[in-house]
Structure formats: structure tokens, C-alpha cells
């Protein structure tokens, strides 16, 4: 049975940092493209960064410059350091795992359907003005 958990959200003023980290496990984690999504209120989910198996990454422009994702395969951990976070980067983030083995693409882990993942629970990260 995969599971797939976050940690590490908070509440950070505007211009801090934080950082996020995902545990997967239940799959082959090192040949395993990993994401991180968001969803503010009021908006639809979108994918903020992907990561390949080959180390292949994506960002949203939004966060280019300031997001890095990473992972460390032999803790099956992936992670997500944000700096200069900004209000408008609050919402709930959500790591995903994809489905689909060896993609060697992070664009193309990015836009995977909703069930192309395996799904964790989330956590809060609220940036404050």
C-alpha cells in the first residue's frame, strides 16, 4: 500500500522560508517522478514543482528563482525549499506521487491527471503580509 505524507508547513512572514518534506513508501521511490501541488482558497490545485527519477525539475513561474524541490532517494524523501515566500504563495501543499515509473520528463509529471498520483494529506503553509 503506497502512502505518501507531508510535513513541515507553518505560518512564516512574507520574505521567510520553510521547508517542506514528503516520505513516500509502498513504491520503488528512486525510479518514482515526485510533485508538489498547492491549492489557495477559493482556486483550483496546480502543480508548483516536479521532480523526474533522473533528477529532471519543473517549476510554475511563479516560484522559479525562489523554489527548489529536491530528494533524497536513499530516505525516499522529497523536499521542497521555499524562500522569499510571498502571501499569495499560502494555500495547502500537497505531494504527490506519480503512477507511472522512469518518466523522464518533469513537465510531464506536472500535468498527470488527478489520478495519475498518489495523493498525500497536505499541509498548511500560510505566509503572512
Known amino acids: 500500500q503506497v502512502q505518501v505524507v507531508e510535513s513541515g508547513g507553518g505560518l512564516v512572514q512574507a520574505g521567510g522560508s520553510l521547508r517542506l518534506s514528503c516520505t513516500a513508501s509502498?513504491?520503488?521511490?528512486?525510479?518514482?517522478?515526485m510533485a508538489w501541488f498547492r491549492q489557495a482558497p477559493g482556486k483550483e490545485r496546480e502543480a508548483v514543482s516536479c521532480i523526474t527519477w533522473s533528477i529532471n525539475t519543473y517549476y510554475v513561474d511563479s516560484v522559479k528563482g525562489r523554489f527548489t524541490i529536491s530528494r533524497d532517494n536513499a530516505k525516499n524523501t522529497l523536499y521542497l525549499q521555499m524562500n522569499s515566500l510571498k502571501p499569495e504563495d499560502t494555500g495547502v501543499y500537497y505531494c504527490?506521487?506519480?503512477?507511472?515509473?522512469?518518466?523522464?520528463?518533469?513537465?510531464?509529471?506536472?500535468?498527470?491527471?488527478?489520478?495519475?498520483?498518489?495523493w498525500g494529506q497536505g499541509t498548511q503553509v500560510t505566509v503572512s503580509s
Open positions: 509502498g513504491l520503488t521511490f528512486d525510479a518514482t517522478g
Open positions: 504527490a506521487a506519480d503512477r507511472i515509473y522512469h518518466s523522464p520528463m518533469a513537465s510531464s509529471v506536472c500535468r498527470r491527471s488527478q489520478n495519475g498520483y498518489y
